[in-house]
C-alpha cells in the first residue's frame, strides 16, 4: 500500500511569517494524527482527525495553529504568524480501525530563523 | 534512506514474565534509536533512546533495549511485566548525519494480561 504523503520535505521561514503543511494519509484511514517533535524531545500530538471531525486538538496552539480535514482525507496544518520555538520536525500519521498502530509520513523540517 | 520495521503487531505476555518488542533498522550511516510509547488516548511518549555508548540503554518505566550493530537490531526488553505496560510501543531510527527527520515503525501492540 502507498504510505502517507507529507510535503514539503523542509521548509525555512522567518518568524512572524506563515507556513502550511499538506498530508494525504493512506487510503481509507480514517484517524489523521498531527504531531509536533522538537529535536531532542519526543513527538507531541497537535491534533487528531476522525473522518473530518477533531477528536483532540487539546495542544494546539489555537491562537497561531490551525488545521483542517476539509473532506475526510487530506489535511493541511497553518502556523500564522511563526515563532522561533515552531522550529521541529511535523510527522503525520494514520490509522485504521483494522489494523493496530500507526503509519507515519516522513515529516517535514520547519526552521525558523 | 533509512527505515524501521518492527515485525509484531502484537506482542502478548503474562504479568511477571519478561517482554521482548522487536525492532529491525536500515540507515545509511550511524543509527540514533529511539523507543516511544503510546498508551490509550494519550500521545507519543519517550521511552529511551541509543546515540553512543553502551549497547544497552536503561530507559523510563523498567524498559531497556539492546544496540545490536551486527543484527541491525535495537530490541525493547523489560524483566517483569505489568499489566500498565499494556500499550502501543513504536521504534524510530534517523541517520546521525543526516537531517533530523525520524523514521518510526508502524507500532507493536504489547498485551499483559494478568
Known amino acids: 500500500e502507498a504510505g502517507v504523503a507529507q510535503s514539503p520535505r523542509y521548509k525555512i521561514i522567518e518568524k512572524r511569517q506563515s507556513v502550511a503543511f499538506w498530508c494525504n494519509p493512506i487510503s481509507g484511514h480514517a484517524t489523521l494524527y498531527w504531531y509536533q517533535q522538537i529535536l531532542g524531545q519526543g513527538p507531541k500530538l497537535l491534533i487528531q482527525f476522525q473522518n473530518n471531525g477533531v477528536v483532540d486538538d487539546s495542544q494546539l496552539p489555537k491562537d497561531r495553529f490551525s488545521a483542517e480535514r476539509l473532506k475526510g482525507v487530506d489535511s493541511t496544518l497553518k502556523i500564522q504568524p511563526a515563532k522561533l520555538e515552531d522550529s521541529a520536525v511535523y510527522l503525520c500519521a494514520s490509522s485504521s480501525a483494522r489494523r493496530v498502530g500507526y503509519t507515519f509520513g516522513s515529516g517535514t523540517r520547519l526552521t525558523v530563523v | 534512506a533509512q527505515s524501521v520495521a518492527q515485525p509484531e503487531d502484537q506482542v502478548n505476555v503474562a504479568e511477571g514474565n519478561p517482554l521482548t518488542v522487536k525492532c529491525t533498522y536500515s540507515v545509511s550511516g550511524n543509527p540514533y534509536l529511539f523507543w516511544y510509547v503510546q498508551y490509550p488516548n494519550r500521545g507519543l511518549q519517550f521511552l529511551l533512546k541509543?546515540?553512543?555508548?553502551?549497547?544497552l540503554v536503561k530507559g523510563s518505566y523498567g524498559f531497556e533495549a539492546e544496540f545490536n550493530k551486527s543484527q541491525t537490531s535495537f530490541h525493547l526488553k523489560k524483566p517483569s511485566a505489568l499489566v500498565s505496560d499494556s500499550a502501543l510501543y513504536f521504534c524510530a531510527v534517523r541517520d546521525a548525519g543526516g537531517s533530523y527527520i525520524p523514521t518510526f515503525g508502524r507500532g507493536t501492540s504489547l498485551i499483559v494480561h494478568p
Open positions: 541509543y546515540i553512543t555508548g553502551d549497547n
